[in-house]
C-alpha cells in the first residue's frame, strides 16, 4: 500500500467501504486494509480524516470493535493523527489515556464524552472528570465552564475543584454555587443530628427497657411444674424465663444438645462444660449464658426447627404413630 499511487488508493478505499458499510463486511483484515486507505490518502484528500473519525466512532458503538486496535493504534501515531487516537485509546478501554490526549489537543468537549464512557466505575469516573476541572481551570482560566461541571457531574462537588484555583482567582462567579454546597452541607449536617438524636431516644429507650426487665419478677406456686418434663419444678434448679415458661437446667441442657444442629457453636460449648468434670465460675457464667439465652418452647431456636423431621419413635412402646 505504501507504494500505491493515490488514485488507486481512492478506488480501494470506495470499494472498502462499500464492503464494510453495504455488506456489513466483518474481516479484520478488511478493516484493517480500510484504516491503512483512510492514513495513506489523508495528505491528498483533507475529507479522510473525518471519513477516518466517522469509522471509529461508528466501530466504538459495537459491542466489540472488528479492527485490530493495536495496528490502528500504531498506524495513528505514526501518522500523528492524534483524535484518531483519541477514539483508539477509549475502545481499549485506555480512558485516561483517551482523556489526557483530548485535553493536550483542547478538545473539552470530546474529553467530556470519554468521562462519561466507564459508567460503571464511579471512582474512575470522577479522576477523569476531575482531570477536565483542572484543565479548564488551570489552562483556559474558564472559571464559569468548571462550576458547570458541578452540574454536569453529580459526582464532583466544590471542595473537590476548589485546589485548582488559584489564591488570586475571583470567587464572584462560585457565589452562587458556593452558596448552593453550603445549604447542601447545612441539610446533610440538619439530618445527621435528628438521626443522632433519634439514636439516642433509641438507646434511652433500651436503658429504660433494660432497667424494666432486670426488676420483673413472677410468682410461682410450690407446685408448679417442668414444662419439659412434668416434675415439680422446686426439686431442682431451674430456669424462669419472660414468657413463663420454666425448665429444669438439666431438661434444658437434653433439649438444647437435641435441637441444636451438629456444628453449632452453642452445642459445642455446651457439650465441653457438661463433659467436664468439676465446673468452674467461668464455665457455669457461659453456661447460663446459653442456657438463659431464650425459651427453648417458644424462642427462635425452636421457630428454626419447625420445619424438621420427628425423630424416629419406637414403635415397641407406642404404636399410636402408625
Known amino acids: 500500500l505504501v507504494h500505491w499511487p493515490l488514485p488507486q488508493v481512492s478506488c480501494a478505499t470506495r470499494y472498502l467501504e462499500y464492503c464494510v458499510n453495504t455488506l456489513k463486511n466483518t474481516d479484520k483484515a478488511i478493516h484493517n486494509f480500510l484504516l491503512s486507505c483512510y492514513a495513506k490518502s489523508i495528505s491528498s484528500d483533507p475529507t479522510s480524516s473525518q471519513k477516518l473519525l466517522n469509522y471509529l466512532v461508528c466501530q466504538s458503538k459495537e459491542k466489540t470493535v472488528v479492527y485490530d486496535a493495536h495496528y490502528a493504534l500504531r498506524l495513528c501515531l505514526e501518522h500523528h493523527l492524534d483524535e484518531a487516537c ?28 470519554i468521562a462519561n464512557l466507564p459508567s460503571q466505575n464511579k471512582d474512575l469516573q470522577k479522576t477523569l472528570w476531575l482531570k477536565i476541572a483542572k484543565h479548564v481551570i488551570e489552562k483556559q482560566k474558564d472559571i464559569n465552564q468548571a462550576t458547570k461541571f458541578l452540574e454536569t457531574c453529580k459526582l464532583l462537588r466544590m471542595e473537590d475543584i476548589l485546589p485548582f484555583f488559584s489564591d488570586t482567582a475571583t470567587i464572584d462567579p462560585l457565589r452562587d454555587t458556593v452558596c448552593k454546597s453550603l445549604t447542601e452541607y447545612k441539610n446533610q449536617v440538619a439530618e445527621l443530628q435528628r438521626d443522632m438524636e433519634s439514636a439516642s431516644d433509641n438507646a434511652r429507650n433500651i436503658h429504660s427497657d433494660i432497667q424494666v426487665f432486670r426488676n420483673q419478677y413472677c410468682k410461682l406456686r410450690s407446685t408448679a411444674k417442668c414444662h419439659l418434663c412434668g416434675s415439680t419444678l422446686m426439686t431442682s434448679s431451674f430456669y424462669m424465663f419472660p414468657c413463663h415458661h420454666a425448665c429444669h437446667k438439666s431438661c434444658l441442657i437434653k433439649e438444647l444438645l437435641l435441637i441444636l444442629p451438629a456444628g453449632h457453636r452453642d452445642k459445642e460449648k455446651l457439650q465441653g462444660i457438661v463433659g467436664g468434670a468439676q465446673m468452674k465460675e467461668e464455665a457455669k457464667a457461659k453456661l447460663d449464658a446459653i442456657l438463659g439465652a431464650e425459651c427453648v418452647l417458644c424462642g427462635d431456636l425452636m421457630v428454626e426447627t419447625i420445619d424438621k423431621e420427628f425423630e424416629a419413635m419406637d414403635t415397641t412402646k407406642d404404636d399410636s404413630w402408625n
Do not use: F, Q, R
Open 86 to 113: 483519541v477514539h483508539i485509546y477509549s475502545a481499549m478501554g485506555l480512558y485516561e489515556e483517551a482523556l489526557d490526549l483530548a485535553l493536550v489537543l483542547s478538545n473539552v468537549k470530546l474529553a467530556k464524552d
